[in-house]
Structure formats: structure tokens, C-alpha cells
């Protein structure tokens, strides 16, 4: 049997009164996830146990199967596994965003979406000054890390620091949610003393002239220690392989024993290489039981409050993922195919939020419960609550006739 997750980054989303009390995934377009709804097992799942913050490492280790309260120890962490950064003992790990801060005010938690080339410029910069101990590793777009042994500061202190998700504060005041706690000030002065070492840099002035906004800062968050992780392999007795364009999907399934597939062109937004990725994952499954697509690009459009774009980020990945996969599953009787997203990413609040989100799962053996559109009021009708836990996947996963029965919580 094979088995195709395709992951829509905060998909789902609260009602909007400006648009008749309709979520996005009602407003858009998506006839291939309809078919995959009405065709299969169509409910709510909730990703993010109530006690854990929303966010998509929580809610990807989640959709992976994994238990967030026995393996979560950071999100950087697992960054870094994706990148072959070992962490020793002592090590920390840091999520280290390319951010705009502009008059007091986090103007831009991706740096106006800075191209990898350009970013890599700067943090390489950045590592290359760095009078402390501290090393800087480049990622995909702002998106990069950091990781600070224990000889420089105490690993206790570094995790116990309170540092805030800059997508959590677009376009507020930034100075109240600047690290906090035991390692507070070390952190503050390292974001700080990026500043001026980015403002000179050449990649810098050529972003302004070119009217785009400068990374003016680094932005530590997300910090940890290397996790433990069992395989799929001994869990689920599958091999597999994981497509995305973000290194925390990648580093999960690296710390999950899967294959990481490179797929060119895979930006982790609006513009990515979608044709791609379905390209690579139909021909994984040629040889692995497993693969997991994730695509960022509506959760990305949502952190910018647009409306519209995160309509149409929804739609892309109908179209351009979820329908041609479908297309192809339905030569193959002994394939399953499960759409979800990770997280609620509200437009209201541009930022992640708790919440139960819909999930379809369609194929071999899966027994329909009903529901006829793909979104968050037709799941909830079908009656189908999945409860917070990590029970979609390896349900998924087992053998036999699948139906509601087999996703009820006791």
C-alpha cells in the first residue's frame, strides 16, 4: 500500500464577517479536495494539544504522528537536523529570522521575503564578525539559524528564555516582545549587534535601491535541544520520504528517518515549484510506501493579512497538488491520500491559532461518512472529531477498512 499526505500550511482559518461569516477555504475554489471529501472520510482533527503553543512545528509533528509532549524540544532544533547540524550535549539551537524593524515596529518578519542568495550573503557576514561563540547557519529566504554552545552561555538559561515568534507581532511595536528571562540580555545584544553589520552590507543597499526592504536585524526564537525521534521505519514498519521547502518539515522527517527530497524552485511561498514537488512525490512513491508534501504558501499569504492571496494560495494547491496527485492515486486501488493543514493561521490576527482543522482521507479501503465540500463547517457536520493526540497518521497507516469509527478518541 502507498500512502500520500499533502499538507496546506494554515489552511484553515476562522469566519470572515467582511465576507458573509465565510472562512477562505469556503470562498475558494477546490474541487479536487471536494472529491477527496465526499469520496472519503471527511472530519475535524485537532493538531495542537490545548497546552502547546499553535505552530507548525507542534502541528507537523503532529500530522507526522509523533506525540509534540515526548519529542518537542524546539523548533530550531529540528531545523538543524534537516541542515546536518549536530548539536553537541551543551548546544542550543535558535531559529534566527532576517527581520525589518523599522520607527520601534517589526515592519516585516521576512524582510520583504529576501531571496536565499541574498540572505545567505548576510548571515555568512554576520558569522564571520561574530565575536562570541555563536555560529550562524543560512536557510531558505530569512529563514536561518543559530546555535550557541554551552561554554558560552548555560543551556538551562538559553532554553528557559522567553522569546517571542516574530510572525506572531507584524507590524506592532517590537521592543515588548524582545527576549526575556535567565539569557535575556545575551540575546538582546546579539540581535543588536547584528544591526549595524547589516545596514552596511552591499546585499542591503542594493535591496533599497531596487525599492525593497532591507534586513536590518536578526530575530532569535524558537530554541532547543536536539530531539529524540523513533523511526517510521520502527514505528510503522514504512519507508518514506518528505517534500518541503522550509527546513522544520524537512528536519522532522530527517529526525524521522525519512528520505528528504530536494525539489528546485520550492521558495516556501505563493511562487513555489508546486508541478515540482508533485513531479518528485509520484516518483518517491515508485520505490517508498510514505511521502509527505508540504506546502507553505497559504500560511505565508495569511501572516500578510490578504485576504484574496491566501484564497488563491488555497486554490494553487488544489490545483496544482492536490488534483493531479488525485488524478494519479486513481489508477493505483492500494493508494490513500490524506489533505490537511498543520495549524489554524488566522487572517484576523496574522498568526497562528489552537483549534481543531478539517481533514480528508481518501483511497484504498476508507469508507465515506458523508460530507460533500472540503472545509471547516462541512467537516464539523460530519460529526468526525478527531481529538488532539497523533492518531491521524498511524491510523492512516493501518491495515484494513478505515472509517469514523476507526478515528474516534475512547
Not at 193 to 207: D, G, T
Not at 278 to 289: F, G, K, S, Y
Request: charged share 20%.
Amino acid at each position: 500500500m502507498k500512502f500520500l499526505c499533502l499538507i496546506g500550511d494554515g489552511m484553515a482559518d476562522f469566519p470572515l464577517s467582511e465576507r458573509g461569516g465565510r472562512t477562505p477555504l469556503q470562498l475558494a475554489s477546490t474541487p479536487a479536495m471536494d472529491a477527496l471529501a465526499s469520496e472519503g472520510l471527511c472530519g475535524l482533527y485537532w493538531p495542537i494539544p490545548e497546552d502547546l503553543p499553535p505552530g507548525s512545528d507542534i502541528g507537523n509533528l503532529s500530522l507526522f504522528g509523533y506525540d509534540p509532549h515526548e519529542t518537542f524540544t524546539g523548533r530550531a532544533p529540528l531545523e538543524a537536523a534537516n541542515q546536518g547540524i549536530a548539536l553537541g550535549p551543551g548546544d542550543v539551537a535558535f531559529r534566527c529570522n532576517l527581520v525589518t524593524l523599522q520607527d520601534g515596529v517589526m515592519k516585516s518578519f521576512t524582510s520583504d521575503h529576501i531571496s536565499s542568495e541574498e540572505a545567505a550573503e548576510l548571515i555568512r557576514s554576520l558569522d564571520g564578525a561574530c565575536p562570541r561563540a555563536c555560529a550562524f547557519y543560512p536557510g531558505v529566504s530569512y529563514r536561518h539559524l543559530a546555535v550557541i554552545p554551552g561554554s558560552e552561555v548555560k543551556p538551562d538559561a538559553l532554553v528557559e528564555t522567553a522569546c517571542t515568534p516574530p510572525h506572531d507581532i507584524s507590524d506592532q511595536t517590537y521592543e515588548p516582545h524582545l527576549p526575556t528571562g535567565p539569557a535575556g540580555a545575551y540575546l538582546r545584544d546579539l540581535m543588536e549587534w547584528s544591526r549595524p553589520i547589516l545596514a552596511a552590507h552591499p546585499v542591503n543597499a542594493a535591496r533599497i535601491a531596487a525599492g525593497q526592504l532591507p534586513a536590518t536585524s536578526i530575530w532569535m526564537w524558537g530554541q532547543g535541544r536536539a530531539p529524540r525521534m523513533a523511526t517510521y521505519r520502527d514505528r510503522f514498519g514504512v519507508t518514506g520520504a518528505v517534500i518541503s521547502a522550509v527546513d522544520l518539515v524537512k528536519g522532522i522527517g530527517v529526525c524521522a528517518g525519512l528520505d528528504v527530497i530536494k525539489v528546485p524552485g520550492a521558495t516556501g511561498y505563493i511562487d513555489t515549484n508546486y508541478e515540482g514537488k508533485v513531479e518528485a512525490a509520484l516518483r518517491a512513491l515508485e520505490t517508498v510506501d510514505f511521502v509527505y508534501v508540504h506546502v507553505e504558501a497559504p500560511d505565508e499569504c495569511a501572516h500578510e493579512g490578504i485576504i484574496d492571496k491566501k484564497i488563491q494560495a488555497i486554490e494553487d494547491f488544489d490545483r496544482r497538488v492536490v488534483a493531479p496527485c488525485l488524478t494519479a492515486a486513481r489508477s493505483h486501488a492500494d493508494w490513500r491520500v490524506l489533505v490537511a493543514p498543520d495549524h489554524v493561521t488566522a487572517l484576523g490576527s496574522r498568526t497562528h491559532a489552537g483549534g481543531p482543522v478539517p481533514f480528508a482521507l481518501w483511497g484504498c479501503g476508507v469508507a465515506s461518512n458523508g460530507v460533500s465540500q472540503y472545509d471547516e463547517a462541512s467537516a464539523a457536520a460530519g460529526g468526525l472529531v478527531v481529538n488532539p493526540g497523533h492518531l491521524l497518521v498511524p491510523g492512516m497507516l493501518g491495515p484494513g477498512r478505515l472509517d469514523a469509527h476507526t478515528f474516534r478518541n475512547p
